[in-house]
């Protein structure tokens, strides 16, 4: 769409008051803003053509319901629905009137926050594209999203993190502006913004109201601002996927793909009017945002916390649903289990002995409920089956009365300091069985659910009605999943293990400035390889798997990220190399999928290391190197070299023998083979982890 030639300029709150000798061509998001379209909108409320557009249907139907509580930011803030909607068109209007065109790109980089969701939103209805990042992301790493995604303004979230990056990222670009979400302006260093323009978030509502207020009181709006809709295949949002090395991957999501989500995630969670959600994971993060979206739809309350003030919020705001990834689903399980340990000997004794009943009581209700996995594509006989058909119903029979006992004695406590009275949501990586086995045997539903940033994200989740452990349910609607054997790239009967490959209305309009990695990623049938290995459970008319067909299990990564339990992405390969640097690092494979943190399976330099410590004088008397010493030389190594790095290695182990091709370590074209060394080290990385 061609610019405005006033775009780059700044304008005062009076430019409103003043028609511009030739029209200004905007974007608006067609049902949220139909006042400004020539003629006005033909759309019902119900019409969902961009994002921005569900706030309209929203204030509607839940005018004074409150919509957002965020009670840890000054001012602690408490929006109804109207008020929320009236904060999106005021921002939005805002930017209008500072020079925000269509398609330009503004970096968002901020927290979870009410406010993040109006400028979010606000950017949206412009017809601008926000590109998303929080504040923990290192300095180089917000610079390189910035300028690769040619953003002309940056949105910051206090003077505090302003401040971090006014030395080593602000002198490098040239904003056409500079916002703080929260905080006080007098707070910046002056020094840093020197003749940029700043705006507070108060700044850009206020400008935004009295532009509104003039344009509907002199009624010149079709002389002035010449109004077109968003279409729903413009893109919304950029998000990077990529560390701070290689090419940069912003993933381009369209209005298109993420309202697949709003319309079709409320299978998963059936979410009421009045129902509360607690918040707590980064808004960039594409599984927290395409939820709240969906969520606000169906007017439910959303209050902002924190990890430092979950366990407190969740007893003071009992809410219904929590939204998260699997570390906060493992917190709770570690803190519930120091809990009962922290009791008197017998009360600890009946807790533990109640829940390994009640996992009993779990696993004979799946025979009998057909809900155990199998790949088996065989009918299993049926005599067989009614055989452990029975067996399991006289053992949950007998448990039951058990079970019961449990849900009065130890249960019931649980529930009421965590709340989640209806269910858990887990996504951004693998949720541990043990912990969903602990959840399900207390009586609290936790489901699990699958998706990648290139898929809007969500593609499977389990349902409430049908939560089979072990998997990550069937797929949303309108989402084909398919699995393609790695080597010849043919679909593959349910049962066999494969790539995992995702077809839908959510899958990505590519990577952004990316055309090749866009090629491999994306098929020309569609079809968008996700690099994970899994397989679908075959179906079965009788026998304990006969619920689970056409579910997808997930079994690994082919590609080589990492993804922590913290729903985070991490790409190995600039940790392994910024470590290889070091002289005592001979060979080294970053490890931590699912887990909390990074950790490493090292393969010393040994004559390197030898000498390093001949040089400090740490040998022993016997001129010998003990494991630990040489333990604590690489754990130095790794601090020096990888200091630079977004992610940091924590606990690390020596392998046994250097990865070579000869073992299988490596492939003949002497690249490390990460699958192998994992397989090869597992109950040590296991061990390494506990």
């Known amino acids: 769409m061609p610019r405005c030639a006033a775009a780059s300029s700044s304008p005062t709150p009076s430019s409103a008051d003043s028609a511009p000798e030739h029209p200004l061509r905007r974007k608006c998001s067609p049902l949220l803003e139909s006042v400004l379209l020539p003629g006005r909108s033909d759309l019902t409320v119900h019409e969902w053509k961009a994002v921005p557009d569900i706030w309209r249907t929203a204030a509607e139907k839940y005018p004074d319901l409150v919509a957002v509580i965020d009670p840890y930011h000054e001012p602690p803030t408490e929006w109804t629905y109207t008020q929320l909607e009236q904060e999106i068109l005021d921002f939005s209007q805002g930017l209008r009137a500072i020079g925000v065109a269509p398609d330009e790109k503004l970096a968002l980089f901020a927290d979870n926050s009410c406010r993040w969701l109006v400028a979010d939103q606000g950017i949206m209805a412009t017809g601008a594209i926000n590109v998303v990042r929080g504040t923990r992301s290192s300095d180089e790493e917000l610079y390189q999203i910035y300028t690769h995604s040619e953003s002309i303004a940056l949105v910051v979230d206090s003077p505090q993190f302003f401040n971090r990056l006014a030395e080593s990222f602000i002198p490098r670009i040239n904003p056409r502006f500079i916002m703080l979400l929260w905080g006080d302006k007098s707070s910046i260093d002056s020094q840093a913004v020197k003749d940029i323009p700043l705006y507070s978030y108060k700044d850009i509502t206020e400008l935004g109201r009295e532009s509104r207020n003039a344009l509907f009181l002199s009624g010149q709006q079709g002389q002035q601002d010449v109004f077109e809709t968003i279409s729903p295949e413009d893109v919304a949002t950029l998000i990077y996927t990529s560390g701070t090395s290689g090419t940069p991957k912003g993933v381009m999501l369209t209005h298109r793909n993420l309202l697949h989500q709003i319309n079709n995630l409320w299978d998963i969670v059936p979410a009421e009017r009045g129902d509360r959600f607690l918040s707590m994971l980064p808004p960039w993060h594409a599984y927290e945002r395409a939820c709240e979206y969906f969520i606000f739809t169906y007017g439910i309350q959303q209050v902002y916390t924190t990890v430092k003030y979950l366990k407190e919020d969740l007893q003071r705001y009992q809410p219904q649903y929590i939204i998260s990834v699997p570390l906060v689903y493992e917190t709770l399980y570690s803190s519930i289990h120091r809990q009962i340990s922290s009791s008197s000997a017998a009360r600890k004794i009946i ?53 019961n006992l449990a849900k009065i004695l130890v249960y ?31 009586g609290i ?23 089979v452990l072990g998997t990550v349910g069937h797929p949303v609607k309108h989402t084909e999943i398919k699995v393609f ?59 304990p798997s006969r619920k689970c067909g056409g579910m997808l ?138």
């Not at 887990?426 to 045997?441: C, I, Q, R, T």
């Not at 539903?445 to 939560?467: D, H, I, M, W």
């Not at 990505?508 to 098929?523: I, Q, R, V, W």
């Open 351 to 403: 807790a533990l002995s109640l829940i390994k009943i009640s996992l009993l009581y779990m696993e004979a209700k799946k025979i009998y409920e057909g809900t155990v996995l199998s790949n088996n594509t065989a009918e299993p006989s049926f005599i067989v089956y009614m055989v452990k058909w029975l067996w399991a119903r006289f053992v949950a029979a007998f448990l039951w009365p058990l079970h």
């Open 553 to 690: 299990v997930l079994e690994g990564r082919a590609k080589d990220t990492i993804v922590l339990s913290t729903g985070e992405n991490v790409e190995p390969a600039e940790i392994e190399e910024a470590a290889g640097r070091s002289n005592l690092i001979n060979q080294i494979v970053v490890i931590g999928q699912d887990q909390r943190r990074l950790g490493a399976i090292i393969v010393p330099n040994n004559d390197e290391v030898l000498a390093e410590a001949k040089r400090k004088s740490i040998l022993d008397e016997n001129g010998e190197l003990g494991k630990d010493k040489v333990m604590n030389m690489l754990y130095d190594e790794l601090r020096i070299w990888t200091a630079h790095c977004s992610f940091r290695i924590g606990p690390i182990m020596i392998a046994d023998e250097p990865f070579t091709i000869d073992n299988g370590l490596m492939t003949p074209t002497m690249k490390i083979r990460r699958d192998k060394v994992t397989a090869k080290y597992q109950r040590e990385i296991e061990a390494l982890f506990k």
């Open 445 to 467: 539903k936790v489901q699990n659910g699958y998706g990648l940033t290139e898929t809007s994200p969500v593609v499977a989740a389990r349902r409430p009605f049908c939560n």
């Open 485 to 543: 054997d790695i080597e010849t790239g043919e679909v593959l009967p349910d049962g066999s293990k494969g790539i995992v490959k995702i077809k839908g209305p959510q899958v990505m309009k590519g990577y952004y400035k990316n055309p090749s990695s866009t090629n491999e990623a994306l098929d020309q049938e569609g079809w968008f390889s996700t690099g994970d290995i899994g397989w679908i459970v075959p179906h079965h008319a009788v026998g």
């Open 412 to 442: 019931k406590k649980i529930h009421s300091a965590i709340g989640i009275s209806k269910a858990g949501i887990s996504g951004g990586g693998s949720l541990p069985m043990h912990v969903d086995k602990f959840f399900e045997a207390i």
